[in-house]
């Protein structure tokens, strides 16, 4: 969605390496998720992000939200192959007064060479 | 175990043969929504419904129907398959609607011939 873009659309790091993945809206994000995709599979819900600046941490996978909540960025660290995969961001955006609407970025594929 | 079961995973048909992929969920979510994810464009919404009766359309309801006759159960029915629906298709649920984590399903593969 041009409302959601993300970047980059594939990375391919050595084991080991550090990671950053952007999502970058054009309007306020009122909520964002990101999720992680096997190929081919569902998608599995990482974290949630809702306040400006808010940060949270599981295990190596770092996700902020800016302070004027139109980005978010999700880091790795010292990533391993089990990262691999795809990563996804999703957000509530107001698009209309009372109206959100939940769209996707379309992705970064992540391949960690061992 | 908390999950949403789709069915089935794969399935590979001909144009204008009648279609239901299943969606069930077992946590009891109100929200339930069908994505479609095709190379390039992401996923994009094709139904979603707030709760029991209610539904409404996402960004491509074309040449998709769905019903939400129970809390649990959301199918998505390809009335006349055409080989544009193609796609890989995901059933998702949440508790809060927008405004929580999405539960997806594994996936149904389909390719119309």
């Known amino acids: 969605s041009q409302e959601l873009e993300q970047s980059p659309q594939s990375l391919i790091v050595q084991e080991g390496k550090n990671l950053t993945i952007n999502c970058t809206s054009s309007?306020?994000?009122?909520?964002l998720y990101w999720y992680k995709q096997k190929y081919g599979e569902g998608l599995i819900f990482l974290m949630m992000l809702q306040k400006g600046g808010e940060e949270k941490s599981h295990e190596k996978i770092t996700a902020k939200l800016d302070e004027k909540k139109q980005q978010s960025s999700l880091h790795i660290t010292a990533s391993q192959p089990s990262h691999a995969g795809i990563y996804l961001c999703g957000a509530v955006l107001l698009i209309t007064s009372g109206t959100y609407k939940y769209i996707f970025g379309t992705g970064t594929r992540l391949k960690v060479l061992a | 175990e908390a999950q949403v079961t789709q069915n089935p995973r794969y399935l590979i048909t001909v144009t204008g043969k009648k279609l239901t992929v299943t969606c069930s969920q077992n946590m009891n979510h109100e929200y339930m929504s069908w994505y479609r994810q095709d190379p390039g464009l992401g996923l994009r919404q094709i139904y979603y419904?707030?709760?029991?009766?209610?539904?409404d359309k996402g960004d491509v309801p074309e040449g998709y129907k769905v019903s939400r006759k129970e809390k649990r159960n959301f199918p998505l029915i390809l009335e006349s398959p055409s080989p544009n629906q193609t796609s890989l298709y995901f059933c998702?649920?949440?508790?809060?609607?927008?405004?929580?984590?999405?539960?997806f399903g594994n996936g149904t593969r389909l390719t119309v011939t």
């Open positions: 309007k306020t994000l009122y909520g």
């Open positions: 998702a649920s949440s508790v809060l609607g927008l405004h929580s984590p999405l539960h």
């Open positions: 419904s707030m709760n029991v009766e209610v539904t």
